[in-house]
Nanobody, 123 residues
Framework: QVQLVESGGGLVQAGGSLRLSCAASGRTFSRYAMGWFRQAPGKEREFVAAISWSGSSRDYAESVKGRFTISRENAKNTLYLQMNSLKPEDTAVYYC????????????????WGQGTQVTVSS
């Protein structure tokens, strides 16, 4: 059974930083595509960032480019999202996702999801 557990969310002032972590268990994730999504109140879940299994390819939503950095540490089965220069519009529940198909990096159709961690940015 695949399990993903996010952590690191919280309340931060605009301009501040947070680092989210996603601990994966139940499989060897070193070959899995992984990504971050978010859902703000009253809105649909949206793509934030993705990273290939090797970490050599990374993709970002336009709204977070230059501010967020996705990374992974395969030896620890952990995915990260470093978020800098946070804005109130970044407020959302952030979810990590993973999939054994490397092509999911492009399709973004992830099979496994975490429960989410709340990020609130005050103005």
């Amino acid at each position: 059974q695949v399990q993903l557990v996010e952590s690191g969310g919280g309340l931060v002032q605009a301009g501040g930083s947070l680092r989210l972590s996603c601990a994966a268990s139940g499989r060897t994730f070193s070959r899995y595509a992984m990504g971050w999504f978010r859902q703000a109140p009253g809105k649909e879940r949206e793509f934030v960032a993705a990273i290939s299994w090797s970490g050599s390819s990374r993709d970002y939503a336009e709204s977070v480019k230059g501010r967020f950095t996705i990374s992974r540490e395969n030896a620890k089965n952990t995915l990260y999202l470093q978020m800098n220069s946070l804005k109130p519009e970044d407020t959302a529940v952030y979810y990590c996702a993973t999939d054994p198909d490397p092509e999911t990096y492009y399709t973004r159709s992830y099979a496994y999801w975490g429960q989410g961690t709340q990020v609130t940015v005050s103005s």
